[in-house]
Structures are given as C-alpha cells and as structure tokens.
C-alpha cells in the first residue's frame, strides 16, 4: 500500500487540511493519507500547541468519514524532539509492507534542505507537494525527480487564522469539519 504522510501539529485541524489530503487520496497514486499529528515541531513553540491527545482526538473525528484518510499518533511515544527521518524509519521497521510518501506545501519545500537527513528522505520517497500561493521562492527541487508537485485546489487557510478568530469570537465555523467544531466549542479551546 501507498501511503502519503500528511505531518503537521494540526492545532486545529481545519477544511483546508482535509480538501488536500482527500485531494490527494483520490487524485494521486496514494493508497491512504495518514495525518500524523506531530507532538512538538522544533520550528514551533510548545507553548501555542494544545495537548497532543486533543488534537489527535480533532484529527480523529475529522476523517471519519473519510475511509482513506487515517488519524495517526505514530509519534507520540518516538523520542522528542522528533524528526522525520526518525519516523521515517520507525514506519518502515513496523510496517514494512507500506510504501512511505511525504505531502507537504509548496513554503516548506523551500527549507526542506534544512531538515535533518533530508538528502537520505529523498533517496528513499516521494515528496507530493501542494500549490501555495503566499511565500513561494523558486525552489533549487523543483525538477528533482522524487518530487511531484500535485494540482490541488490552493488552500490559504491557516490554523493560526482559526485560532485568531475563535479569541476574536469570530464564527469560524465553516472552516472546521463540524465535528471538529463541536470538539473545539465543548472543551472551550482557543478562547
């Protein structure tokens, strides 16, 4: 089975997450799409993050009715700081049935060269990478032939912007998977 690896702290997950990986699960040559919800981003501040469980529970409940969209929590109990090379390998060494891709945005293509073994992540999957409108330089991959840029829908939507919005007790309803939504209003997060 092919699987894309969506990773992201998805604090919250919103529509626009879940219309690229659909996207994705029904328009590429990807099995599933797995939301690997990461525990702590060492680009990202803990202290912004809501607890692991929580947004795992969110990514969960987003993608139930969505059969080739999974929730994974794949890295929670891995080592922290986490990296994806290390999860990488945890994947292949416990599912070693499972081809791994990468999806990610066209803005964090432009510093994949920073990430921690990234020349052997390349060596050894695929990259899918979504079209982003804010941020995007040339990029020195963008003939490297692992790397696919996929015609999606663009989505601009941020969870920073959500979370803004529900503190500026905006109705950002619409942007969130209504389970989600009711997730976040029950617990009364992000006020």
Do not use: C
């Not at 040559?29 to 469980?53: A, G």
């Amino acid at each position: 089975m092919k699987v894309g690896l969506y990773f992201g702290t998805f604090n919250p997950i919103h529509v626009g997450h879940l219309t690229i990986a659909n996207h994705l699960a029904e328009y590429s040559d990807l099995d599933q799409v797995w939301f690997v919800v990461t525990p702590h981003s060492p680009f990202k501040k803990k202290s912004t993050l809501l607890d692991n469980h929580h947004r795992y529970q969110m990514v969960d409940r987003a993608v139930e009715l969505y059969p080739k969209l999974k929730a994974s929590d794949i890295e929670f109990n891995l080592p922290q700081p986490n990296y994806t090379i290390n999860t990488l390998v945890y994947l292949e060494e416990k599912y070693p049935d499972n081809e791994y891709a990468l999806i990610m945005g066209e803005d964090n293509l432009n510093s994949f060269h920073k990430w921690k073994n990234y020349e052997q992540i390349l060596e050894r999957h695929h990259i899918y990478v979504y079209p982003r409108i804010s941020n995007v330089k040339k990029n020195i991959f963008k003939d490297h032939k692992k790397i696919h840029h996929i015609n999606a829908p663009i989505m601009e939507l941020s969870s920073t912007f959500i979370r803004t919005g529900i503190k500026e007790k905006k109705n950002i309803r619409p942007m969130l998977p209504e389970n989600v939504w009711q997730y976040l209003d029950e617990m009364n997060f992000y006020k």
